[in-house]
T-cell receptor, first 113, second 114 residues
Framework: EPEVTQTPSHQVTQRGQEVILRCVPI?????FYWYRQILGQKVEFLVS????????KSEIFDDQFSVERPDGSNFTLKIRSTKLEDSAMYFC???????????FGQGTRLTVV | AQSVTQLDSQVPVFEEAPVELRCNYS??????LFWYVQYPNQGLQLLLK??????LVKGINGFEAEFNKSQTSFHLRKPSVHISDTAEYFC????????????FGAGTRLFVKA
């Protein structure tokens, strides 16, 4: 069964460093998303991406965040200068025409120290 | 805009007892409705979803949920819980307006006691 794959499963980074979280969506999907879940809290929408551009973003998704689909198969989330409060689980999701749900990856746990 | 309210942040229950986790939503457009389960330090697993048709939907692990349009609710139930059901449960909606942005509730922590 096709699935969304995220790497790495856990990343530790120093405050101020740049990180790139990687996702491989399901191959024929066209809609891509990033969500964030701070420990013990709800899952929050960050950004949606369609047709090679951001279609919607939340207030959380400020200038330190960016997304890219560099090669037609990967979908990345970059955080330019990480802060302690960026520590969270980040989920990637994708959907396609005819889908009735978004399919979620297993998440990347980002720890900023 | 849409919102999802999970009325209980924590639900303690004894093993083999029934449980209901409550969810209400608000939306000016029709929505698809979902329940996800998250075990400690793991990702999101889809339990069940309501798209249309019969208002009672059955999911994995013996869970079911009932859509009530007039009350804008989508409560999750299980007739007899197990210790292994201890987890965080999230109710979520996707507005039926194109795209698949998922809006989550704050979660309910189900704690099953022996």
């Amino acid at each position: 069964e096709p699935e969304v794959t995220q790497t790495p499963s856990h990343q530790v980074t120093q405050r101020g460093q740049e990180v790139i979280l990687r996702c491989v969506p399901i191959s024929n999907h066209l809609y891509f998303y990033w969500y964030r879940q701070i420990l013990g809290q709800k899952v929050e929408f960050l950004v949606s991406f369609y047709n090679n551009e951001i279609s919607e973003k939340s207030e959380i998704f400020d200038d330190q965040f960016s997304v890219e689909r560099p090669d037609g198969s990967n979908f990345t989330l970059k955080i330019r200068s990480t802060k302690l409060e960026d520590s969270a689980m980040y989920f990637c999701a994708s959907s396609g025409q005819g889908s009735t749900e978004a399919f979620f990856g297993q998440g990347t746990r980002l720890t900023v120290v | 805009a849409q919102s999802v309210t999970q009325l209980d942040s924590q639900v303690p229950v004894f093993e083999e007892a029934p449980v209901e986790l409550r969810c209400n939503y608000s939306s000016s457009v029709s929505v698809y409705l979902f329940w996800y389960v998250q075990y400690p330090n793991q990702g999101l697993q889809l339990l069940l979803k309501y798209l249309s048709g019969s208002t009672l939907v059955k999911g994995i692990n013996g869970f079911e949920a009932e859509f009530n349009k007039s009350q804008t609710s989508f409560h999750l139930r299980k007739p007899s819980v197990h210790i292994s059901d201890t987890a965080e449960y999230f109710c979520a909606v996707i507005p039926n307006t194109g795209g698949f942005k998922t809006i989550f509730g704050a979660g309910t922590r189900l704690f099953v006691k022996a």
